[in-house]
């Protein structure tokens, strides 16, 4: 048995003025009271009756005796108890801290024996309060008036502050100073007792001194890991870096003084197909799994550094990835002997696992045994580590359709055959995803993987195939383009003949006349082919286009109506305008025209009614370069989008819906050149045309038109257009006031017309003949300057044709200016003007007239060009 040692003696408190002595005023104040009773009786007795004298006695009596046999029961009270606890008061007596209590004076209440101890106050009357002791001190000034305004504010507080010097001045600190915690919190004892203040104070200089042990060893293992041989990262759930040593930054040439964790990802430092990898080791839900990888990391400056991982990954109880720890070792130096066969080894794994190509080895049935980096990352999703542990075969990662012919290459490689046919499939689960496999036969089988019957190669085709199919359509549309260019170049002469013709037998006729209605009807009907041989030049991008300088928002407003009244009742049209639109430069004609066929189409969509919402929207480079399209030049845009609600575009349509002449509607409802016409306007104003479209949902049309800025010379040539239009309409009515209206005859005026279609030709000189002119004629460019030559260049105008055999009409315009450069040239084609212009000098003048032309626009164009 242990024995029992005596308890110490309690220490009692320094100061306790929490004792108020209502008892002795009570007492005192009875006996005042019974002594003036006395006196009362004895200056009185005299003038006072005996019976009155004996009824207040016997009322003193009776109150005398009630008091007594109360205070014997305990109803009264004479020395009231005391109402503190005991084991309270000894708790505060003796707790370790040192408490002190004071008023809103800062006068003290209670201060316990540790406070005594902790500011060196032996007796009451040295018992200071906590502002007194602290604030004339530096070190502790502030924290106590920090402390007093918050419990002055009804607020508690802690403050911990250091001092040179201890508080009890019998303590020697050594000269290493001391820590105290201040604390603080206001009481209200009871009403009328005012608010009170309670403070403890504790010297906490050995909790400090343990806590800078703790982390002084902290700092030093932080140190011996910063500074291992070996490099160390840990990354988080989403595989942000949380922590790396100082071996690693130094390697990788990361700054460690601004690294903060979250700020790098792992995939930031695996170069190549090295992630697929690390991703590829996982952890079983509540386990971990260890991997050792051999790959390359990024440093700062782009350098790869070989190393080996020892990469260790847990898992969540619900199997989703966990934290990982990683040690990496790098491969950088040399080493000899045994050293270097495993240095051997490893750069042949690094090799294996950086390589642009997929590998993988399989056994006979085609089980996968070995694979690399970016075989994993080719076929994420499909094969794990794992998978290839439990005998994953090969051929569940193809079409089935291709599954035969791969296992009839197995079977070659299983003979030893030397040249063995590649294999172009696709994923088993996206089929746009295209690869190409190559089957190699393994003639000498290692020591680690006897069954090793074959090495599959593959690489990813998908890109190749898609510029494939974008060069097949491509030179699918040049073709068709280049076909309907010609064939819109031929049927405009006829055109034009018979326009010409038409005119010519009007002038002879009275609309009276029976044939009248019919010339008509036949020049009307000519006029619909003109249009669809428009389209067929707009599609081959040949077409004539007067671009001037557009805001989207004025173009799009001005239209809303029409296409309002084109859409109809039942279908209703949105508009979202972008703020401060950029300008663009195409055709104001050609491009309204491109809306109006996007919109009747979409009407068309949409037989039940919806809604057609066209957006428009700046787009600036750095967009149009993430968005990636095929064949797109990267700069600035401006976007207009034509959604609409509608039944939408199968994926087998889309891939012809620009084609001419294909079209889904009803026979007799659509030539199918209307969106041909819309792709030839984009591209021949510089834009792009993107649809997208969902069966069921909806098709958005979207095109990007470059933006324009113009230059200080095309502002200047603006500008003096403008001027010049505006002075030649000027000039134009003032002759037309002084003359009357305009007159389109020839007078004595000389045409030579030159041109190789003989309909075209002989139609057109009847027609300025019977306006007057006298016209001579030539069928090639060579025979028009023999013309010239005879006439001794007396002629006023040469109208040509653009394309003739010997030679053209830029040649002739060019050879003719070398002899008679002032002489007045009119350009006929049903190309576009661009289309030939480009092969002129800059400094050409011509005039241009598209065909086909009727007589009076003919008459026109050669009036205007002599009057300039």
Partial sequence: MTEKTPAASTPAALVDRSAKPRSVSRLVFLAVVMIGASIVFFLFKDRLNNDVMLGILGVMAVVGIFFLVSTVIGFVTVMPKATADPLARAFIDTHPEGTLVTDEKDRVIYA?????????????????????????????????????????????????????????????????????????????????????????????SHERTEQELVFKELQNAINYLDHAPVGFFSAGRGGEIVYLNATLAD????????????????????????????????????????????????????????????????????GSPGESRTIVISREEGGTGAHDAASAEM???????????????????????????????????LVTRDDMERGTLLETMLREDDRKA????????????????????????????????????????????????????????????ALEAQMAQTQKMNAVGTLAGGIAHDFNNVLTAILLSADHLLMSLRPSDSSFADLIEIKRNANRAAVLVRQLLAFSRKQTMRPTVLSMTDVIGDLRMLVDRLTGSNVKLELEFGRDLWPVKTDLGQFEQVLINLAVNARDAMPEGGAITIRTRN?????????????????????????????????EVMEKIFEPFFTTKDVGKGTGLGLSMVYGIIKQSGGYIYPESEVGKGTIFRIYLPRHVED?????????????ALEAGAAR?????????EDLTGGSAVVLLVEDEE????????????????VHEAGTGVEALEVLKELDGRVDIVVSDVVMPEMDGPTLLTELRKDYPDMKFIFVSGYAEDAFARNLPADAKFGFLAKPFSLKQLATAVREMLDE
């Fill in 112 to 204: 316990n024996h540790a406070y005594g101890v902790l500011t060196g106050s032996t007796s009451a009357s040295d018992v200071q309060s906590i502002e007194a002791i602290l604030s004339r001190h530096r070190e502790s000034a502030e924290a106590v008036y920090r402390l007093t305004n918050a419990m002055r504010n009804g607020h508690e507080g802690q403050e911990e502050f250091r001092m040179t010097q201890p508080l009890g001045a019998a303590r020697d600190s050594g000269g290493a100073g001391h820590w105290y915690r201040l604390r603080g919190r206001p009481i209200a004892p009871g009403e009328g007792d005012g608010k009170l203040m309670a403070w403890q104070l504790s010297d906490i």
């Fill in 251 to 318: 390697w990788l040439g990361i700054d460690l003084t601004a690294f903060s964790p979250g700020k790098i990802m792992l995939r930031d430092l695996v170069a190549g197909a090295g992630m697929a990898l690390v991703e590829s080791v996982q952890a079983e839900p509540g386990l971990n799994r260890t991997a050792q990888l051999d790959l390359d990391l990024l440093k700062s400056n782009g350098q790869s550094l070989p190393v080996r991982l020892v990469h260790r990954v847990t898992a969540t109880r619900d």
């Fill in 347 to 381: 750069r042949f794994t690094r090799f294996f696992n950086n390589t642009p190509m997929a590998i993988a080895s399989v056994d006979a049935r085609g089980k996968i045994l070995r694979t690399n980096g970016p075989f994993l990352q080719m076929f994420h999703g």
């Fill in 406 to 465: 791969f296992q009839e290459a197995l079977n070659e490689a299983a003979d030893k055959q030397g040249t063995i046919a590649p294999i172009d499939s696709r994923r088993a689960d996206n089929d746009e995803r295209h690869f190409r496999f190559y089957v190699n036969a393994v003639i000498e089988h290692s020591e680690e993987t006897p069954e090793e019957a074959a090495i599959i190669y593959a690489v990813e085709t998908t890109e190749q195939k």
């Fill in 619 to 651: 787009v600036e480079a750095q967009e149009i370069a993430r968005l990636n399209h095929r064949g797109m030049d990267v700069g600035d845009y401006v976007l207009i989008e034509i959604a609409d609600e509608g039944t939408g575009i199968p994926p």
């Fill in 712 to 724: 200080e010379a095309e502002k200047a040539q603006a500008a003096a257009e403008a001027a010049a």
């Fill in 733 to 741: 009515q003032a002759k037309i006031a002084a003359d009357g209206p």
């Fill in 759 to 774: 309909a075209v030709r002989r139609g057109g000189k009847r027609m300025l003949e019977a306006r007057g002119y006298e």
